[in-house]
């Protein structure tokens, strides 16, 4: 089963821009849906980004036009580009391959 850890989270100040990065432990070429989602204090776990290994893409309202999924196969990585970050962007992020295996999520902190 493939394992997925994600990097690139921290602190930053609101219009700034993050990248996070998910590394798969074995090829992803395979996996159909590669996806991003996050996880608020208090609220729910929501999707934020999903890319299918065509390159199909899919964003919640909240996000587009600001993030940018992409996935690199030959590295095994899936990417978020985060930029104009908000305030409310402030969540742990998930990576999430197929439809059930998770990373272990890191966090994105948004200071307004």
């Known amino acids: 089963q493939v394992q997925l850890v994600e990097s690139g989270g921290g602190l930053v100040q609101a219009g700034g821009s993050l990248r996070l990065s998910c590394a798969a432990s074995r090829s992803i070429f395979s996996i159909y849906v590669m996806g991003w989602y996050r996880q608020a204090p208090g609220k729910e776990r929501e999707l934020v980004a999903t890319i299918t290994s065509f390159g199909g893409t899919n964003y919640a309202d909240s996000v587009k036009g600001r993030f940018t999924i992409s996935r690199d196969n030959a590295k095994n990585t899936v990417y978020l580009q985060m930029n104009s970050l908000k305030a409310e962007d402030t969540a742990v992020y998930y990576c999430?391959?197929?439809?059930?295996?998770w990373g272990q999520g890191t966090q994105v902190t948004v200071s307004s």
């Open positions: 999430k391959a197929g439809v059930s295996i």
